[in-house]
T-cell receptor, first 106, second 117 residues
Framework: GQQVMQIPQYQHVQEGEDFTTYCNSS?????IQWYKQRPGGHPVFLIQ?????EVKKQKRLTFQFGEAKKNSSLHITATQTTDVGTYFC??????FGTGTRLTIIP | DTGVSQNPRHKITKRGQNVTFRCDPI?????LYWYRQTLGQGPEFLTY????????KSRLLSDRFSAERPKGSFSTLEIQRTEQGDSAMYLC???????????????FGPGTRLTVL
């Protein structure tokens, strides 16, 4: 079955540093979604990418979908304490990735 | 509040007991999903409904688990003969159906935390 892996599993950064998480699928995806889950909270939808090579930005967040539609990345510029949480990608057929937990060192 | 709601928020039960959870989706959403999440892991898909039809069940879902959505609105998830390994957060989400089989964004509820003693 489809597997979606994310790296790294954990990331600790100083406030103000950049952060990137990578999502890799074993199969080609028709689309990919990104969610954020704050500690103690539930996943909240961030964005959906559909087209090969698509790049979307939300303020300090940049999302990219690979040309082969088998990988994706989320990049956060100049992290803030409000960025703390676990970031999940989700591929077709409701398969969530393993997540990257981001902690910020003030 | 027009978001996804789940009840109860917490459930403590003894091994072997049956439990039932309820999920009320966003009213105009015709898709409803159930997930299980354990600490440090991503949501694990259990099953989903489109209207009242249960369209997919995870192969990981044992026969002790059953879900219903009788009128295409709220849904219930029942676990029979609970085991300690069932302890987890059970998340419900809803979405509208996408065009041509596309999958729209899911709105998650706060979850029901199950502890099996």
């Amino acid at each position: 079955g489809q597997q979606v892996m994310q790296i790294p599993q954990y990331q600790h950064v100083q406030e103000g540093e950049d952060f990137t998480t990578y999502c890799n699928s074993s199969t080609t995806l028709s689309n990919i979604q990104w969610y954020k889950q704050r500690p103690g909270g539930h996943p909240v939808f961030l964005i959906q990418l559909v087209k090969s090579g698509e790049v979307k930005k939300q303020k300090r967040l940049t999302f990219q979908f690979g040309e082969a539609k088998k990988n994706s990345s989320l990049h956060i510029t100049a992290t803030q304490t409000t960025d703390v949480g676990t970031y999940f990608c989700a591929g077709l057929r409701v398969t969530f990735g393993t997540g990257t937990r981001l902690t910020i060192i003030p | 509040d027009t978001g996804v709601s789940q009840n109860p928020r917490h459930k403590i039960t003894k091994r072997g007991q049956n439990v039932t959870f309820r999920c009320d989706p966003i009213s105009e959403h015709n898709r409803l999903y159930w997930y299980r999440q354990t600490l440090g892991q991503g949501p694990e898909f259990l099953t989903y409904f489109q209207n009242e039809a249960q369209l997919e069940k995870s192969r990981l879902l044992s026969d002790r688990f059953s879900a219903e959505r009788p009128k295409g609105s709220f849904s219930t998830l029942e676990i029979q003969r609970t085991e300690q390994g069932d302890s987890a957060m059970y998340l419900c989400a809803s979405s509208s159906a996408g065009e041509a089989g596309a999958w729209n964004e899911q709105f998650f509820g706060p979850g029901t935390r199950l502890t099996v003693l």
